[in-house]
Each structure stands twice: as structure tokens, then as C-alpha cells.
Nanobody, 118 residues
Framework: QVQLVESGGGLVQAGGSLRLSCAAS????????MAWFRQAPGKEREFVAA????????SYADSVKGRFTISRDNAKNTVYLLMNSLKPEDTGVYYC???????????WGQGTQVTVSS
């Protein structure tokens, strides 16, 4: 069983930055692919970014490419999402997920709210 706890959300003005963290309680954290998703009010949850077990391979949604960076620290059992040049459309609840790969995400956190004001 893997428990995921997100933190770092908040209110920020457009153009600002935030760094989200996701702490995992898993002995084999380094074996999991990790990902971030988000859900805006009234919309479906959407993929944001993913990273493989070692951190060597990353992928991003087109809407965040060049602005967001996903990374992980296996020694700290933590995955990060650095968000720069934030836009109001980035507003939503951001969820951390873990699984065998980015297509098989079995574990989800409770989410952290990100609000970007214009």
C-alpha cells in the first residue's frame, strides 16, 4: 500500500510560481512511476506530468510544457512539480499518483488546491 500526501498549493497571481510536493510512504518508492493530474471546477481530471522510476524520463501535457517541471528525490520518497508562469487556467486541485507506469496509476493522494488569480 502506498500513501501519498500533497502539499505546496495556495493562491498565487498570474505569472507567479509554486512548487508542489508529494510525499510517499512506500518502501519501494523508487520502483514507482509518479504523475501529477489536476481537476478544475466542473471539468474532468486531466494529466499534467509524469516521471519514471529513476527520474530520467518525463512527459508533460502540451498545456504546461515549458512552464512546469516534474522531478523526484528517491532518497526522500518525494516527487515535485515546479510550476512557473502560472495562468488562471492552471487553477484546480492537483493530485499526485503512483503506479507501475504512467498508464497504470493505482495510488492517489487527496489533492492540493492551486488558485491562480488574474
Amino acid at each position: 500500500q502506498v500513501q501519498l500526501v500533497e502539499s505546496g498549493g495556495g493562491l498565487v497571481q498570474a505569472g507567479g510560481s509554486l512548487r508542489l510536493s508529494c510525499a510517499a510512504s512506500a518502501r519501494s518508492f523508487s520502483s514507482y512511476a509518479m504523475a501529477w493530474f489536476r481537476q478544475a471546477p466542473g471539468k474532468e481530471r486531466e494529466f499534467v506530468a509524469a516521471v519514471n522510476w529513476s527520474g530520467s524520463v518525463t512527459s508533460y501535457a502540451d498545456s504546461v510544457k515549458g512552464r512546469f517541471t516534474i522531478s523526484r528525490d528517491n532518497a526522500k520518497n518525494t516527487v515535485y512539480l515546479l510550476m512557473n508562469s502560472l495562468k488562471p487556467e492552471d487553477t484546480g486541485v492537483y493530485y499526485c499518483a503512483a503506479g507501475a507506469n504512467s498508464q497504470r496509476l493505482n495510488y492517489w493522494g487527496q489533492g492540493t488546491q492551486v488558485t491562480v488569480s488574474s
